[in-house]
């Protein structure tokens, strides 16, 4: 199984600061003949299903925000928030979709000091 | 408009089979490159891939559950189905339904399953 490590967990930021949390996977999700990285970001936030920010590790869902930018490549993959508003409020999760069984990292939770 | 939302016993008792229905629209799992993924996650916890369904009928299994798990579907009336048997007190769960071309593009609202005696 592909593991999903997430850090930190837990991070309290205030608003209009910049916010990173990295996902790190056990082996590459690099596929070679399309050069995608099969990493999804995911936010939750309290009491609502998850809700997909991310795919391709740096493509946004259409009506996200682009203050939510995924970066990263094989192993290590980030996502990053520009300037955090108060509804950021959130677990975010990161997902592997190169081989099932399918996984998800622990989540980071961001708090709004 | 894409919408997805299970539906489950609620609560069930330990050793019993866990049945659960998730009803969709806007799109359908006879396309091609559809598929419906079942999640679950404990409360205050994490979140745990299960099963997927394609439009071709091919299906994926999570391992660690072991022989526990049958999914299906019904094309026709727009469903999918998540069988689970001999449950216990951990498989207490909220789970969610989501729409899948390879990543889970779209959720259902959830479920709460309870396992107790």
């Known amino acids: 199984d592909i593991v999903m490590t997430q850090t930190p967990s837990s991070q309290a930021v205030s608003a209009g600061e910049k916010v990173t949390m990295s996902c790190k996977s056990s082996?590459?999700?690099?596929?070679?003949?399309?050069?995608?990285?099969?990493l999804a970001w995911y936010q939750q936030k309290p009491g609502q299903s998850p809700k997909l920010l991310i795919s391709w590790a740096s493509t946004r869902e259409s009506g996200v925000p682009d203050r939510f930018i995924g970066s990263g490549s094989g192993t290590d993959f980030t996502l990053t928030i520009s300037s955090v508003q108060a509804e950021d409020l959130a677990v975010y999760y990161c997902e592997q979709y190169y081989d099932t069984p399918l996984t998800f990292g622990s989540g980071t939770k961001l708090e709004i000091k | 408009q894409v919408t997805l939302k299970e539906s489950g016993p609620g609560i069930l008792q330990p050793s019993q089979t866990l049945s659960l229905t998730c009803t969709f629209s806007g799109f359908s799992l006879s396309t091609y490159g559809m598929g419906v993924g079942w999640i679950r996650q404990p409360s205050g916890k994490g979140l745990e891939w299960l099963a997927n369904?394609?439009?071709?009928?091919?299906?994926y299994y999570n391992p660690s559950l072991k022989n526990r798990l049958t999914i299906s579907k019904d094309t026709s009336n727009n469903q999918a189905f998540l069988k689970i048997t001999n449950v216990d007190t951990a498989d207490t769960a909220t789970y969610y339904c989501a729409r899948i071309t390879y990543w889970f593009a779209y959720w259902g609202q959830g479920t709460l399953v309870t396992v107790s005696s």
């Open positions: 082996q590459s999700l690099l596929y070679s003949e399309n050069k995608k990285n099969y």
């Open positions: 369904i394609w439009w071709d009928d091919d299906k």
